[in-house]
């Protein structure tokens, strides 16, 4: 079966809640999205405000504080927030990649080895029971190895370490400071016994959220090497269904995912920084048009807000006091104008109990950009 570059873009579109926002509260959202990049504390927020009706933001920080949804170093060795019954075996999934970036490099030219980490691991989660900030960790951590070495060794253990980031308040449940607790996940359930069983319910979990997909993006997602992907693919066999991409390239979905036609609007959307459907495939043209591509994935790794448009990115925004600042790429009709004010008329809105001029960190990029359509879209 073939598939068309618009099909794909709808397909993930719709998995990912960008066709049309839906009703259900902010933990099951996150499960249905599978993950969500929270790097900044604010993204999450913002992201499940693009996809859900009516969404409250008490209601993800009572998730959050609940722990129904938690925030962790995961996939490409950022943070993430995903729903507390997937943390273990995406955890599991990506142990191989966590141990071989976090215990070398600065954890190495500290004077520690893996197996320094490896023992320090379970002392460290018994030390973590409780919330424990950076400071109180590194202090611990310098009674153990050394003034000298706690910096490189916190550098390592702390996206290594089972640790979920503990809510510690602010407009976006996290601050600049951060906290964390152990997050004592048990024994491995009965019938998944290995990183490759691990990896290949991540495989399928990414697939119902981002597919269908190739190789190249789920080793992109996870930041795992592709032969163990391939691996994990095969041994699903009944469990995916194989396709042709437009430009040949063999793609994977689970059986009887939604597919919606070419045809299908997507509306008007403003996205978060870092969000999700702009990082998970290796062949990011399915929604970042690719002239577009460095306008918004800076050399530093920052992922601008994006405007959504007709499913594609076509420009950026930032939040001024007063109200949403638009940057169009190229020449946008009256009625998407209209569209993107009524959106930024609502993340306004959202944003004026919280923080009103969200990411203002990064306006730096923005005299950086090329010259564009450029409105201050009010309430």
């Known amino acids: 079966m073939d598939i ?27 499960r249905r999205v599978v993950a969500l990049q929270a790097q900044h504390p604010a993204s999450p927020y913002v992201a499940l405000w693009n996809r859900l009706a009516g969404f409250a933001p008490a ?45 070398g490099y600065r954890f190495a030219a500290a004077g520690l080895t893996p197996a320094d980490g490896q023992a320090l691991v379970p002392e460290l989660l018994d030390f973590a029971d409780r919330p424990r900030t950076a400071a ?8 153990r190895v050394g003034e000298e070495k706690k910096a ?16 510690t308040g602010g407009p976006w449940s996290f601050g600049a400071r951060s906290s964390f607790v152990a997050a004592r996940t048990g024994p491995v359930p009965e019938g998944r016994e290995t990183v490759a069983e691990a990896l290949n319910h991540l495989v399928l979990r990414y697939l119902a959220g981002f597919g269908p997909a190739s190789v190249a993006d789920v080793a992109q997602f996870a930041m795992v090497p592709r032969a163990p992907v391939r691996r994990a693919l095969v041994a699903l066999d009944d469990a995916v269904e194989q396709l042709r991409g437009p430009d040949g390239t063999l793609l994977y979905d689970v059986p009887g995912a939604s597919r919606p036609p070419a045809d299908t609007p997507a509306p008007p959307r403003l996205m978060a920084m870092w969000d999700s459907v702009l990082l998970a495939h290796a062949d990011r043209s399915r929604v970042i048009p690719p002239a577009y591509r460095r306008l918004v994935i800076r050399v530093n790794g920052d992922v601008l807000p994006t405007l959504l448009v007709d499913g594609r990115v076509a420009g950026v925004w930032r939040a001024l006091d007063g109200g949403i600042e638009a940057m169009a790429f190229h020449d946008l009709p009256a009625a998407v104008w209209d569209g993107l004010a009524a959106e930024a ?30 409105r201050l879209l009010k309430s």
């Open 4 to 30: 068309t570059a618009q099909e794909l873009n709808r397909a993930t579109l719709g998995r990912q809640l960008l066709l049309g926002r839906e009703a259900m509260e902010s933990g099951e959202a996150v």
């Open 136 to 143: 109180e960790v590194q202090d611990w951590l310098a009674e």
């Open 345 to 374: 008329a609502s993340l306004t809105t959202l944003l004026a109990g919280r923080d009103t001029e969200v990411y203002r960190r990064y306006h730096h990029w923005w005299p950086k950009l090329p010259e564009g359509q450029v």
């Open 59 to 103: 209601g993800l920080d009572a998730a959050f504080a609940g722990r129904a949804v938690v925030k962790a170093t995961l996939m490409r060795i950022t943070l993430h927030a995903v729903h507390a019954d997937d943390y273990q075996v995406f955890r599991e999934a990506m142990q191989q990649t966590l141990y071989a970036s976090r215990l």
């Open 152 to 167: 490189g060794a916190w550098w390592g253990l702390k996206a290594y370490a089972p640790l979920l980031h503990v809510p």
